[in-house]
């Protein structure tokens, strides 16, 4: 599987942007995929997933009600629709796809839970 993110920007505080994630390969394989973000001087941190078998989704505190994650029905692009952007939103944007292991609702905001993971799109907040 490869991952290829798109969707990244400037914008103002308040706005919206959605970040697309478009997978190839064996895409029947992927059992999740998760939003992660880094910001600089920080250590990478977990946005928003969902799950493949049930289309349970998990999401960062800091980002509940602000962001939905979404996937089509080929599972070839899982969105992130980000809203109500705050400067503490800038970072770069990964995502991440579970290919090898079932994950439970618990461990999908683990990192260790993907095995394939995308460049980054940057995200910057900023007035």
């Known amino acids: 599987v490869q991952l290829q993110a798109s969707g990244g920007g400037l914008l103002q505080p308040g706005g919206s942007l959605r970040l697309s994630c478009t997978s190839s390969g064996r895409t029947s394989s992927i059992s999740a995929m998760g939003w992660f973000r880094q910001a600089p001087g920080k250590e990478r941190e977990f946005v928003a997933a969902?799950?493949?078998?049930?289309?349970?989704?998990s999401y960062t505190d800091s980002v509940k009600g602000r962001f939905t994650i979404s996937r089509d029905n080929a599972w070839s692009t899982v969105s992130l629709q980000m809203s109500s952007l705050k400067p503490e939103d800038t970072a770069v944007y990964y995502c991440a796809a579970a290919t090898r292991v079932r994950p439970i609702l618990s461990t999908l905001g683990l990192s260790t839970t993907y095995d394939t993971w995308g460049q980054g799109t940057q995200v910057t907040v900023s007035s």
């Open positions: 969902i799950r493949r078998s049930d289309k349970q989704t």
